[in-house]
């Protein structure tokens, strides 16, 4: 059987979050190593262990409470944890729970990038180099932003700064 690729397997680890059929998913080892093999910046060792007791106490409180009972995803489960103020005693489990959650955006913009950089980089440009390839991606992923760029008055300040040997006119 292959081996599962990293994000099958973070989705497969994220999963023991989700709050749907009464935290049927919960399990306190898949949590941890969640945040052992994918945010290890994120948690210190005594922060780990501290997480192990937070995850202890929130299979005992949180997965019984009925506030809890009828969320079906985990940014549900988030803002709940915010609203019953139970985010206080489970700081460390709210902190994975924003990684989990903001996974999604940090994917998509490198799919952006990564996206950008197809069309900017066509054969016809296969050896630019890797600074003017930089500032061209930036000038197509922010292109709503470069629009509203006067060119004009981006050529008179240009021109202002030095002389040059040869004038525009």
């Known amino acids: 059987m292959p081996k599962p690729t990293l994000a099958v397997e973070l989705l497969a680890f994220s999963s023991a979050l989700e709050p749907k059929d009464g935290f049927k998913l919960f399990q306190i080892e898949r949590i941890c190593t969640l945040a052992e093999k994918f945010y290890p910046d994120d948690f210190t060792a ?36 915010i ?18 959650l903001t996974l999604p955006v940090t994917t998509a913009t490198t799919e952006r990038a990564f996206s950008a950089m197809k069309i900017v980089k066509t054969q016809l440009r296969n050896k630019m180099e890797e600074e003017y390839l930089a500032d061209s991606m930036v000038l197509y992923i ?28």
């Open 142 to 169: 922010e292109r709503e932003l470069a629009g509203s760029i006067n060119t004009d008055a981006v050529i008179d300040d240009f021109y202002s700064l030095k002389d040059r040997r040869a004038q525009l006119k």
């Open 46 to 81: 005594q922060d780990m262990h501290y997480l192990i007791s937070q995850l202890e106490h929130y299979k005992l409180d949180v997965t019984r409470d009925p506030k809890f009972q009828n969320l079906s995803t985990v940014s549900e489960l988030l803002r709940q944890l």
């Open 83 to 100: 609203e019953s103020n139970k985010s206080q005693n489970y700081h460390l489990i709210e902190r994975l729970i924003r990684l989990v």
